[in-house]
């Protein structure tokens, strides 16, 4: 299962004029379920791309499970992303979107269908498993993706803002769920948010974040 250690990450924009992640150093221990906190434009949202490989740092290191993985692309990190969009394909049902990632990785059609069977069972939507995105509450449509995520056999899974597009009830129950469901299969998680209390709630450990700055990392008693 993976640790995720960054060490003095910096990442600039608009010619060196913007510092989004400055000077960052942190560690993400295996199985844990670890937020980054602060407020929009604190750079928490960029230091989860850079370690999902979405784009690349301008100084500094990102090791997943020990591995330098500066260069290695995207798809081969052994990571799952939530996007606060969602991010389904439209054009795809339920059980095409959760199935795509084993398709792609030429798994094979039995062991695809099995996997998708698992996952969707996993976040409780067997049943829709026909319908398509915009037939599906915004709760329902992010379940898919946690499941999607994690079908391609991802143990490190990067949420950025998973919630936010949610109403308050659906948000409530649907982070304790994510959180159940990442410590049931073991993984590893980072979950960016601007939400203290979905912080404090969820989080085995949070680090609080400001002009692309780590401030401190902690425990939610700790924090607190």
């Not at 250690?5 to 004029?17: A, I």
């Not at 606060?84 to 398709?103: C, E, I, K, S």
């Not at 490190?156 to 994510?178: F, S, V």
Request: some cysteine.
């Amino acid at each position: 299962m993976p640790e995720v250690r960054v060490e003095k990450l910096s990442k600039k924009f608009g010619k060196g004029k913007i510092v989004a992640v400055d000077n960052v150093s942190l560690q993400i221990k295996d199985k844990e379920y670890f937020s980054l906190l602060g407020p929009s434009g604190c750079g928490k949202t960029t230091l989860l791309r850079l370690i999902a490989g979405l784009i690349q740092p301008d100084e500094g290191n990102i090791y997943i499970d020990g591995k330098l993985v500066n260069n290695v692309p995207p798809e081969d990190r052994g990571i799952g992303f939530v996007f606060q969009t969602y991010a389904l394909f439209p054009h795809m049902d339920v059980w095409g979107n959760v199935t795509y990632g084993p398709r792609v990785k030429a798994w094979g059609t039995q062991q695809s269908n099995k996997i998708g069977r698992e996952m969707l069972e996993m976040v409780k939507l067997y049943e829709r498993s026909k319908a398509f995105p915009q037939e599906l509450s915004g709760g329902m449509m992010q379940r898919v993706a946690v499941a999607r995520a994690l079908s391609a056999g991802a143990k490190l899974l990067l949420l950025d803002e998973p919630l936010g597009a949610l109403d308050a009830k659906i948000r409530l129950e649907l982070r304790y769920e994510i959180r159940r469901l990442v410590k049931d299969l073991e993984l590893t998680a980072i979950h960016v948010t601007h939400d203290q209390g979905e912080a404090m709630a969820i989080s085995d450990r949070i680090a609080v974040m400001r002009k692309g700055r780590v401030l401190q990392v902690g425990t939610p008693q700790e924090l607190y």
